[in-house]
T-cell receptor, first 115, second 114 residues
Framework: GAVVSQHPSWVICKSGTSVKIECRSLDFQATTMFWYRQFPKQSLMLMAT?????????EQGVEKDKFLINHASLTLSTLTVTSAHPEDSSFYIC???????????FGPGTRLTVT | DQQVKQNSPSLSVQEGRISILNCDYT??????FLWYKKYPAEGPTFLISISSIKDKNEDGRFTVFLNKSAKHLSLHIVPSQPGDSAVYFC?????????????FGTGTKLQVIP
């Protein structure tokens, strides 16, 4: 089946630094990737939609200057949390849509802890 | 505004019995519905889906029922197994727009007791 990877799986950083999270579709091409955020015991909240070769579309309330998304190729999207603060600590999950079949596949997630 | 709701945060079922997970939605424009299973610290795994033109879809032990007039869907797992213990999310989307953006419910934690 289709596989989506995320790197790193967990990261601890100091307040004020930036962190980059990679999302890769390993065996298919993804024209669209989504970035979600999940707080403990809460639902997955869609942050933004990333389309290859164009600017990301952010959901209401998500700061695009803080959460920079780059979809550089059909297999890679990156989320950069800039000037991270403790309130950015969360579980970030990406998903990728298989161009051929339209299915959405999820990555394993990245646990970000900002100290 | 929570457009997709799962009102039961948790559910316990005996092994071998039926598990019924419920989901309600408010946006009548949704035309595609999905169920995902999620373990802690992992991404969701797709289970089963249903389009709004159907009222039932079955895949092995999993069956999803859709009641459009009530804006309600449910996932039935029969028979339930201990390995089914996880958090289950329902999701709804507007696939008729050729767009796979989905809205997730709040999740129901299922515990299957051996």
């Amino acid at each position: 089946g289709a596989v989506v990877s995320q790197h790193p799986s967990w990261v601890i950083c100091k307040s004020g630094t930036s962190v980059k999270i990679e999302c890769r579709s390993l065996d298919f091409q993804a024209t669209t990737m989504f970035w979600y955020r999940q707080f403990p015991k809460q639902s997955l909240m869609l942050m933004a939609t990333s389309n290859e070769g164009s600017k990301a579309t952010y959901e209401q309330g998500v700061e695009k200057d803080k959460f920079l998304i780059n979809h550089a190729s059909l297999t890679l999207s990156t989320l950069t949390v800039t000037s991270a603060h403790p309130e950015d600590s969360s579980f970030y999950i990406c998903s990728a849509v298989d161009r051929g079949f339209g299915e959405q596949y999820f990555g394993p997630g990245t646990r970000l802890t900002v100290t | 505004d929570q457009q997709v709701k799962q009102n039961s945060p948790s559910l316990s079922v005996q092994e071998g019995r039926i598990s019924i997970l419920n989901c309600d939605y408010t946006n009548s424009m949704f035309d595609y519905f999905l169920w995902y299973k999620k373990y802690p610290a992992e991404g969701p795994t797709f289970l089963i889906s249903i389009s709004s033109i159907k009222d039932k879809n079955e895949d092995g032990r999993f069956t999803v029922f859709l009641n459009k007039s009530a804006k309600h869907l449910s996932l039935h797992i029969v028979p339930s197994q201990p390995g089914d213990s996880a958090v289950y999310f329902c999701a709804a989307g507007l696939f008729s727009l050729g767009y796979q953006k989905v809205t997730f419910g709040t999740g129901t934690k299922l515990q299957v007791i051996p």
